[in-house]
């Protein structure tokens, strides 16, 4: 019986399965950058300038370019940066960086010029990629959102697709005097890393898509993990990867996504739509962007198509209200599939989801 060890949190969980039973296990892979070209790149920054660096979003790859910068550093009897970062990941983060580190909460209510913001990118059904760009955009640019919003590809999720709302995020940033570090990586290592304003630092979702992409086909069953505890620690964060893998999954087809969620839904309409507060019908032309309103309209979207399963530590109510069939543990999701689909059945497990594109 095969063990595979998938992401679940902070931790991995074990799947059993039966050899029989097991299609493909499939994990994102491409060239790696060797550390001296990593280093080589980091030097456009100078690091002579009192620095205020902002984390976006916390992985390995991320850790590892701050690392580098703070080698660079102490090589040269330099200040090391400030680093600031949302609240949910400071912990997280303080704990890969050296003791002495300086970190503090990100609390400004509006982008300001003369910051580094550092962030790996990923897929994004709205924009085709999670940038720093988009991510600035999300959360300083809440009108524009809404113009991106109108001018999305359609009703369902374009990962890893050119789409032409993404211009609305390069105009928005093209307005500030910021810099980028933005990394492409999967969980070999980081794959492209590009220094410059965030409007052109996003030429690294060419190498990313390379690298990320696998034609497989369609299959009737697929389990999903994100890969890394940043990409699964909410419901809305999650079902990027529930995107990715879309299009290899059957009509009436089953995908199961495994994510802790320890920071609940993730997402204000989604929230808003289990608690009763917004129909579905207010999701094709809204009046207003509201946070994650783009999640709901894809998992609905797609849920018309194939059905969704989670294993979660969000409550069973919650994913009833949204169709989404609720699992306690891996071995519960694993026998329902066998109970519901026959003992033969071929299951493709998917261990990046995160940062893998399916075709």
Same mark, same amino acid.
């Given at each position: 019986?095969?063990?595979?060890?998938?992401?679940?949190?902070?931790?991995?969980?074990?799947?059993?399965?039966?050899?029989?039973?097991?299609?493909?296990?499939?994990?994102?892979?491409?060239?790696?950058?060797?550390? /001296?070209?990593?280093?080589?790149?980091?030097?456009?920054?100078?690091?002579?300038?009192?620095?205020?660096?902002?984390?976006?979003?916390?992985?390995?790859?991320?850790?590892?370019?701050?690392?580098?910068?703070? /080698?660079?550093?102490?090589?040269?009897?330099?200040?090391?940066?400030?680093? =600031?970062?949302?609240?949910?990941?400071?912990?997280?983060?303080?704990?890969? #960086?050296?003791?002495?580190?300086?970190?503090?909460?990100?609390?400004?209510?509006?982008?300001?010029?003369?910051?580094?913001?550092?962030?790996?990118?990923?897929?994004?059904?709205? =924009?085709?990629?999670?940038?720093?760009?988009?991510?600035?955009?999300?959360?300083?640019?809440?009108?524009?959102?809404?113009?991106?919003?109108?001018?999305?590809?359609?009703?369902?999720?374009?990962?890893?697709?050119?789409?032409?709302?993404?211009?609305?995020?390069?105009?928005?940033?093209?307005? =500030?005097?910021? =810099? /980028?570090?933005?990394?492409?990586?999967?969980?070999?290592?980081?794959?492209?890393?590009?220094?410059?304003?965030?409007?052109?630092?996003?030429?690294?979702?060419?190498?990313?898509?390379?690298?990320?992409?696998?034609?497989?086909?369609?299959?009737?069953?697929?389990?999903?993990?994100?890969?890394?505890?940043?990409?699964?620690?909410?419901?809305?964060?999650?079902?990027?990867?529930?995107?990715?893998?879309?299009?290899?999954?059957?009509?009436?087809?089953?995908?199961?996504?495994?994510?802790?969620?320890?920071?609940?839904?993730?997402?204000?309409?989604?929230?808003?739509?289990?608690?009763?507060?917004?129909?579905?019908?207010?999701?094709?032309?809204?009046?207003?962007?509201?946070?994650?309103?783009?999640?709901?309209?894809? #998992?609905?979207?797609?849920?018309?198509?194939?059905?969704?399963?989670?294993?979660?530590?969000?409550?069973?109510?919650?994913?009833?209200?949204?169709?989404?069939?609720?699992?306690?543990?891996?071995?519960?999701?694993?026998?329902?599939?066998?109970?519901?689909?026959? /003992?033969?059945?071929?299951?493709?497990?998917?261990?990046?989801?995160?940062?893998?594109? #399916?075709?």
């Amino acid at each position: 019986m095969p063990e595979i060890w998938l992401n679940y949190g902070s931790t991995d969980v074990v799947l059993d399965i039966q050899a029989e039973n097991l299609g493909q296990q499939l994990a994102a892979e491409g060239k790696i950058l060797e550390d /001296a070209e990593i280093n080589s790149r980091l030097d456009s920054l100078d690091l002579t300038k009192p620095l205020e660096i902002v984390v976006l979003n916390n992985s390995n790859a991320v850790q590892k370019t701050l690392l580098a910068l703070f /080698a660079k550093c102490e090589q040269k009897s330099l200040r090391i940066p400030r680093i =600031f970062a949302e609240k949910k990941i400071m912990d997280a983060l303080k704990n890969s #960086l050296p003791e002495g580190s300086s970190i503090s909460e990100f609390e400004k209510p509006e982008l300001s010029n003369s910051l580094v913001f550092i962030g790996e990118m990923e897929f994004d059904g709205l =924009f085709g990629f999670e940038s720093i760009a988009t991510r600035l955009l999300r959360k300083f640019g809440t009108e524009e959102m809404l113009l991106a919003y109108e001018k999305r590809k359609g009703e369902l999720p374009a990962p890893g697709q050119d789409v032409e709302n993404v211009s609305v995020a390069k105009q928005f940033v093209d307005k =500030f005097e910021i =810099f /980028a570090i933005e990394i492409a990586s999967n969980s070999s290592g980081i794959v492209d890393l590009a220094i410059g304003h965030p409007s052109s630092t996003m030429s690294v979702s060419k190498p990313f898509v390379e690298s990320a992409t696998k034609e497989i086909g369609k299959h009737r069953t697929l389990f999903i993990s994100t890969g890394k505890e940043s990409s699964n620690d909410s419901l809305g964060k999650s079902l990027s990867a529930l995107w990715n893998c879309s299009e290899a999954v059957r009509n009436e087809g089953l995908a199961v996504l495994l994510a802790e969620c320890t920071h609940g839904i993730g997402s204000s309409a989604i929230q808003y739509y289990i608690e009763g507060q917004m129909s579905l019908d207010r999701l094709k032309k809204p009046a207003k962007y509201i946070n994650g309103m783009e999640t709901l309209l894809f #998992l609905t979207e797609l849920q018309k198509k194939f059905q969704v399963a989670m294993v979660s530590i969000l409550p069973e109510f919650y994913l009833k209200k949204l169709n989404i069939l609720s699992f306690s543990g891996v071995a519960q999701a694993m026998n329902h599939i066998l109970k519901v689909q026959g /003992a033969r059945q071929k299951v493709v497990v998917v261990s990046d989801g995160a940062r893998l594109l #399916l075709r």
